[in-house]
């Protein structure tokens, strides 16, 4: 998958960082989800809230 292709190859920016995605709506989810599939070196989390993430990479 590209996305998670790019975080890995940047690793050097993204290691040990949260990272969230704000989601419009439930068919907004299936990419963020395939993405924390693929996750080494770094988290991420899809949200329907911008305070649920906010939360999560603040904690």
Known sequence: MAISDF??????????????????????????????????GYKSKAFSTVEAAIKWVLS
């Open 7 to 40: 975080y890995k190859k940047h690793i050097d920016v993204f290691k040990n960082y949260k990272i969230a995605v704000v989601t419009e709506g439930p068919s907004d989810v299936m990419i963020p989800l395939l993405v924390k599939a693929q996750d080494q």
